[in-house]
Nanobody, 121 residues
């Protein structure tokens, strides 16, 4: 499965961005999908995850109430709506696919190339 993350950019604090993760194969619809982020010099951290059906979603405490993950299996695409952005949200955002939603990056099978999100104060 090849994943293509897009939608990053530069936004002011308090603004919004919507990231997309598009997959190359229909098998994507049977995979859990997660979003991770990595700031310079820091480890890659779990941000949000969604089960294959979209029936369950999971969020890091730092983004709860501000970010929303969703998916459209007909389009092989997962989205991350990010609202009320803060400077500390600045990072490269990666999407990943795997059998289940877990916090450890090593447990995911496929990764997109990353998209830069920069939030200015």
């Amino acid at each position: 499965v090849q994943l293509q993350a897009s939608g990053g950019g530069l936004v002011q604090a308090g603004g919004s961005l919507k990231l997309s993760c598009a997959a190359s194969q229909r098998t994507f619809s049977s995979s859990a999908v997660g979003w991770f982020r990595q700031a310079p010099g820091k480890e890659r951290l779990f941000v949000a995850g969604i089960t294959w059906s979209g029936g369950s979603t999971y969020y890091a405490d730092s983004v709860k109430g501000r970010f929303t993950i969703s998916r459209d299996n007909a389009k092989n695409t997962v989205y991350l709506q990010m609202n009320s952005l803060k400077p500390e949200d600045t990072a490269v955002y990666y999407c990943a696919a795997g059998p289940s939603v877990v916090g450890s990056p090593s447990r995911w099978d496929y990764w997109g190339q990353g998209t830069q999100v920069t939030v200015s104060s």
